[in-house]
């Protein structure tokens, strides 16, 4: 779901954009594959929240990672990221 | 106290920054430019000049730079001059439709091949369509002056549009010319510092110049032209106040000299207009009724002024330093668009004159404006655009 647009009267006269969840819609829809983390193999060391793209992963408690399907977009780079392969991508179902 | 210096544009135009109480600086130089950021740089370094001076790698680099501190909400500052210029293009997009009250003196240079380093409006005239409001100026006073108005209109919030303050290279950049700098408390309270709308803060994120998709690109546009619209009626405003504080005003928009009866009315920019109030006080004593106006502002253009002026005329002779290649000079094609559905149309004879720093003096003003007088009488002109003494 996009934000409603504001009349042009109340506009900024430039684009001006502050961080909000979802702007563009749940982008989960988009994905192709699924990231899975097998919690087994993480070794918390936070590398795939620090490269996800889009910051659809967040860091829980204990520092394993959580991700949010409703905008993550399957572009896989944690799993290609993560030094001990707790990530793999699977599939959608069709 | 106020002070009277007797320097060239240049150095006046780095008195007026400090004057201005600009905060970030970036600094690249390019004849005949050079000597600003030059004077700027002994400012600082003598410590009289309290300001952020940011030497860059190259003018795309300059303007970026003032964009970000701009962004940051502070007041910012470049020059720059011909191929510094059109290099820096791209960026200049990026300033405007960032709605940035950055303030750039231009020091006009013709652009090469069969480059040089003397005056030519091609570089600034070719930048007309970034959203940039463009001022040209006539004598080192009104440089000075002009860039402290610069700053109090562009940091209108009706107006928030960068600000070029055009100067010819040499006539001007390079020439001595007693000038009087107000005293500082005085310029303090005609230009109070910059209150941003917006600016870039840690604490409260957010980015700006995003994507834009096509439901809402038109607005932001159509806003840009809104403030065009309004600095017009800002500029003379501004001038006025200007004048009652400091003494000096430089005409608004345009800038008329003995218009009121004149049937031959000579529209120029830039130090062509000097050499044509010479020309009117001459052309005058031999009975022809002639006066001059000064396009002051290019950017917006001041078409209403010029549609005022054409109800009692009979005649525009129209003079550029420069052309746009495949139709006409500048400010003769302007002026003609200005014109259009129009009840009174004068005559509009154009001139292409000085180009790649040839001097144009009140002489040649007084040929061209014989040679449209001419025209007058018969009601016809011979020629839509002159080349001035071209070589055959």
């Known amino acids: 779901m996009s934000i409603p647009p504001k009349p042009r009267k109340e506009t900024p006269i430039t684009t001006l954009s502050v961080p909000t969840v979802g702007g563009m819609g749940k982008t989960g829809s988009w994905r192709t594959f699924r990231p899975i983390v097998d919690y087994s193999k993480c070794t918390r060391c936070t590398l795939c929240w620090i490269y996800c793209p889009d910051g659809a992963i967040t860091r829980q408690e204990d520092d394993s990672p959580k991700i949010d399907y409703d905008y993550c977009k399957g572009c896989g780079i944690c799993a290609n990221e993560c030094p001990v392969k707790a990530i793999t991508m699977e599939r959608e179902a069709e | ?392």
């Open chain 2, 1 to 392: 106290m106020s002070q009277t210096v007797i320097d060239t544009a240049n150095h006046i135009v780095a008195y007026a920054a400090k004057a201005a109480r600009v905060q970030v600086i970036a600094a690249y130089p390019i004849t005949p430019q050079t000597s600003i950021v030059e004077r700027i740089a002994e400012l600082v370094e003598s410590g009289e000049f309290d300001t952020e001076y940011i030497r860059v790698e190259s003018e795309h680099s300059a303007m970026s730079t003032c964009i970000g501190a701009a962004a940051a909400g502070v007041r910012t500052f470049t020059a720059t001059a011909a191929h510094g210029l059109v290099l820096m293009h791209e960026a200049l997009h990026w300033a405007s439709g960032s709605r940035l009250p950055i303030v750039m003196p231009v020091v006009n240079r013709t652009l090469g091949p069969g480059w040089n380093i003397w005056a030519d409006l091609t570089d600034s005239m070719s930048q007309r369509d970034t959203g940039w409001i463009q001022f040209y100026c006539a004598d080192n006073q009104e440089v000075f002056d002009t860039i402290i108005q610069a700053y109090k209109l562009c940091e209108n919030e009706q107006i928030l549009l960068p600000v070029m303050i055009c100067l010819e290279a040499f006539i001007l950049s390079h020439t001595y010319m007693p000038v009087e700098i107000p005293d500082q408390k005085k310029i303090d309270g005609f230009l109070p510092p910059y209150k941003p709308k917006w600016f870039l803060d840690v604490d409260n994120p957010l980015t700006h110049g995003n994507i834009v998709s096509p439901k809402w690109y038109m607005e932001f546009r159509y806003m840009i032209q809104e403030a065009m619209e309004t600095a017009k009626q800002l500029i003379p405003e501004i001038d006025k106040e200007f004048g009652e504080c400091f003494g000096f005003e430089h005409g608004g928009l345009i800038e008329k000299y003995k218009c009121e009866d004149a049937d031959l009315i000579l529209l120029a920019m830039g130090t062509i207009g000097s050499e044509a109030k010479i020309a009117v006080d001459n052309l005058r004593k031999e009975g022809l009724r002639v006066g001059s106006a000064r396009i002051r502002v290019f950017r917006p253009f001041p078409k209403e002024e010029i549609r005022k002026l054409a109800e009692n005329t009979q005649m525009f002779a129209i003079i550029d330093r420069g052309i746009s290649f495949g139709m006409d000079g500048f400010l003769a094609e302007e002026t003609k668009a200005s014109l259009y559905n129009q009840k009174d149309q004068p005559l509009i004879a154009g001139f292409i004159a000085g180009l790649g720093g040839r001097d144009v003096t009140f002489k040649t003003v007084e040929k061209i404006a014989k040679k449209s007088s001419e025209w007058m009488r018969t009601d016809r002109v011979e020629k839509e655009a002159v080349w001035v003494d071209l070589r055959e």
